[in-house]
């Protein structure tokens, strides 16, 4: 047994993820590619691949290079490459294996475009749209003029458009998946027949978070969805309703080192061991506490140092010193990049794997 504190996967739950959004891409006739920085497995990835991923996405070059190593052979960066360093790593995986990059600027298209043209490659890439969440990409209102601009350049060939917006309607977080969705696909296919209108032969329209995948995929003129989350889920896609904690594959192990007070206990993984970047008490989920204490709904996560976790505990809570809990964070994917090794469950029985592209951040 792993010493605490450790991730833990449950394989039967990850496996009927995996093939519950395969279905749901095949079912609407759009491609699925994974955004692979939720696990940054390549074992898991190739799971995905098998169960029908047309490819991967990525957020860097590092994830990109580790998956290629371990025979992944079609990825989209999705963020833009603007130092010549980068790109050139980016070229040299290009050289053979399908690559495709992200673009959101002039700037960074043309540095694309002559470092590309130096050695002699073309570069496929798709401009990031921002249709609402205010991350990367270029303005909505200013995309058109953009792609004309891109598609002049030399040795970059624009092949289609993308954005990420997670689940907002009319600007706004929202819970309303299918309008978010339906809203989202809605303004990227029709920016994708006024690009195509100016002569560009568009061909990807990549759009979805996991909210929102099962939605966007139905949009006419949709071609490809990109969740990540949904590979182990966590609690705040449980809380938009993209399943239940039930279905929740990643939870990390505990052990309770002190119980100071009856109602308090405290557990050996704090700031260093679960992600903190989805804060509770913040719309439009509203969460309590870090995480779910499974077995335990009552308590409450309410704390964390780097090394302690404090759970608030009903005074009759049978939880003593020693015992393990297992707890389902709020976001999974920044707490996966907090392990070096991941625990595959399957029969009463741990496989150790290395989360290898854990802390690629260049």
Do not use: W
């Not at 959101?104 to 798709?126: M, N, P, Y």
């Not at 309607?169 to 690009?195: C, F, K, W, Y």
């Not at 625990?343 to 854990?358: F, G, T």
């Amino acid at each position: 047994m792993p010493e605490t504190p450790y991730f833990v996967i449950d394989e039967e739950k990850m496996v009927n993820n995996i093939h519950r959004m395969s279905e749901i891409a095949n079912a609407n006739y759009v491609a699925l590619r994974p955004h692979v920085k939720t696990h940054k497995i390549p074992e898991i990835a190739k799971r995905q691949l098998a169960a029908g991923a047309a490819g991967i996405t990525v957020a860097k070059v590092s994830e990109a290079e580790v998956m290629r190593a371990q025979g992944i052979d079609d990825i989209f960066i999705a963020y833009p490459l603007v130092v010549e360093s980068k790109i050139e790593r980016a070229i040299a995986l290009a050289k053979d294996i399908t690559l495709t990059l992200g673009v959101d600027s002039l700037t960074g298209a043309r540095k694309l475009s002559e470092v590309a043209a130096r050695h002699g490659e073309t570069l496929h890439v798709r401009l990031e749209v921002d249709t609402g969440l205010q991350r990367t990409g270029i303005r909505y209102e200013d995309a058109m003029s953009l792609a004309v601009e891109i598609d002049s350049l030399e040795a970059i060939e624009l092949t289609g458009i993308y954005t990420y917006r997670g689940s907002l309607v009319d600007g706004a977080p929202s819970l309303d998946r299918a309008r978010a969705g339906h809203q989202e696909g809605t303004l990227m296919a029709n920016l994708a027949e006024r690009i195509r209108e100016c002569g560009i032969a568009l061909k990807d329209v990549s759009v979805g978070s996991t909210p929102t995948a099962e939605y966007v995929a139905q949009v006419p003129g949709v071609t490809e969805i990109r969740p990540g989350t949904y590979v182990f889920s966590d609690r705040m896609q449980a809380a938009f309703g993209v399943g239940s904690l039930a279905d929740c594959a990643g939870r990390v192990v505990t052990t309770v080192v002190s119980r100071p007070s009856e109602d308090l206990v405290i557990v050996d993984g704090g700031s260093k061991t679960f992600a903190t970047d989805v804060q509770p008490g913040v719309p439009p989920l509203y969460l309590r506490g870090f995480g779910v204490v499974c077995d335990y709904p009552e308590a409450v996560f309410e704390r964390m140092t780097e090394e302690h976790g404090m759970i608030r505990i009903p005074p009759e809570a049978g939880i003593a010193v020693g015992d393990r809990l297992e707890i389902i964070p709020n976001h999974i994917c920044s707490t996966v990049n907090l392990h070096n090794y991941a625990y595959l469950s399957r029969s009463n029985a741990l496989e150790r794997m290395a989360i290898s592209a854990r802390g690629k951040l260049d």
